[in-house]
């Protein structure tokens, strides 16, 4: 059974590791011995289904900024604890002798990890046997500039495949990645990856004609929270519960401020999330990459509020290109009020359904299991 070394790094939410989890099930079902090495902050539940798991000593954005980065208890992140994360990725590759080594989002992003990735990277190259090594990338990346752009297709001369899970009808890689031109002899789309089974099943009848919104994990969801709130009565849905799921990464501070209310009901985020969103009339989210598709496979109608900073764009280059072709409302996240709130409720609820758009591809955990396979061989 050909060993998979699959490397990923969470900065901020959890979203990262969600998707790596889930394709790491992916490729142990399609007949891949699999170790997930995980170097963000452990969470609890993350299912894996026989993965073998790593987690290396952890370390987080040092804020929303995504500029720096710091160890989990708030530390900078100094040569010593570089060193001690090295050290361990490097004897793990070498106890592991991997027939792939898999880096997620690098380089495309992840870059401030350099400083363990590029020796990860040279070590798998000098190994006896040379392991296949693959870039695991998003549908979208965050926009660079010619510099950023030409060092990251400097550093693919390394990589044997970009692996793109994502759909080009749905959103094309080169809308965001300037430097497609150059990489697409090695670039395969897989489809899109999902943490759960988006199939129609046995559904029950909680969260019927409700609005849910969600944050993901929730780290930086509290003013959409508190945004919805203060929209309610702006709407033509005024009159219907609102259902906020926090996220486990939401604040405590923030929990404790949002405003308990009649029609209201504030609570963790749900197992059942895409059942309560088959049932709602409205999803209002974050644009992540796992609501996103959880919204576009399931939901009636969307407004996506992306999360943005300077360092990060993917959120709102994703919403924008779902929003050009009609698919949901977006209000830019420097323009959230609860007024630029109900206006993207008014033009969500005025606009088509999302099922007749048509499914989305979202078989890419089996594709992307069956394309290795196909490259080993060749």
């Known amino acids: 059974?050909?060993?998979?070394?699959?490397?990923?790094?969470?900065?901020?939410?959890?979203?990262?590791?969600?998707?790596?989890?889930?394709?790491?099930?992916?490729?142990?079902?399609?007949?891949?011995?699999?170790?997930?090495?995980?170097?963000?902050?452990?969470?609890?539940?993350?299912?894996?289904?026989?993965?073998?798991?790593?987690?290396?000593?952890?370390?987080?954005?040092?804020?929303?900024?995504?500029?720096?980065?710091?160890r989990l208890d708030g530390a900078p992140v100094d040569e010593a604890f570089q060193r001690q994360r090295i050290e361990a990725l490097l004897g793990l590759l070498r106890a592991e002798t991997p027939d792939v080594v898999i880096t997620e989002q690098f380089p495309f992003g992840r870059t401030r990890l350099r400083f363990e990735l590029l020796p990860l990277l040279e070590a798998a190259r000098a190994l006896p046997k040379r392991p296949l090594i693959a870039c695991s990338v998003r549908d979208v990346v965050r926009r660079a500039g010619p510099e950023r752009v030409a060092e990251t297709v400097q550093l693919l001369d390394c990589f044997d495949a970009v692996l793109i899970h994502g759909d080009p009808h749905l959103v094309p890689f080169e809308r965001s990645f300037a430097g497609w031109a150059r990489i697409k002899g090695r670039a395969f789309y897989t489809g899109y990856v999902s943490e759960r089974d988006l199939a129609q099943g046995v559904q029950s009848a909680e969260g019927k004609d409700e609005v849910v919104v969600s944050v993901g994990g929730g780290a930086v969801g509290a003013p959409l929270l508190r945004a919805a709130i203060t929209a309610r009565p702006k709407t033509a849905l005024a009159d219907r519960t609102w259902r906020l799921l926090l996220g486990e990464n939401l604040p405590?501070?923030?929990?404790?401020?949002?405003?308990?209310?009649?029609?209201?009901v504030v609570e963790p985020a749900r197992a059942d999330f895409t059942t309560l969103l088959r049932n709602a009339t409205l999803s209002i989210s974050q644009a992540g990459y796992n609501t996103t598709l959880e919204t576009l496979c399931c939901a009636d109608r969307a407004v996506f509020v992306p999360f943005a900073s300077e360092r990060e764009t993917e959120q709102a280059d994703r919403a924008q290109a779902l929003a050009e072709r009609g698919m949901v409302a977006v209000v830019p996240p420097a323009m959230l009020s609860a007024q630029s709130l109900a206006d993207a409720?008014?033009?969500?609820?005025?606009?088509?359904?999302?099922?007749?758009?048509?499914?989305?591809?979202?078989?890419g955990g089996a594709r992307t299991a069956a394309l290795l396979h196909r490259l080993l061989v060749r």
């Open 1 to 70: 059974m050909s060993r998979v070394f699959f490397y990923v790094q969470h900065l901020l939410g959890i979203g990262h590791l969600r998707r790596a989890a889930a394709l790491a099930r992916a490729l142990m079902a399609g007949g891949f011995d699999v170790l997930l090495v995980s170097g963000g902050a452990p969470i609890e539940g993350l299912v894996l289904n026989g993965v073998r798991f790593y987690q290396l000593p952890p370390l987080r954005a040092a804020d929303e900024s995504l500029r720096d980065l710091a």
């Open 252 to 264: 405590a501070r923030d929990r404790a401020a949002l405003a308990r209310e009649e029609g209201i």
């Open 345 to 363: 409720v008014a033009r969500a609820l005025a606009g088509p359904s999302l099922k007749s758009f048509g499914a989305c591809d979202v078989d």
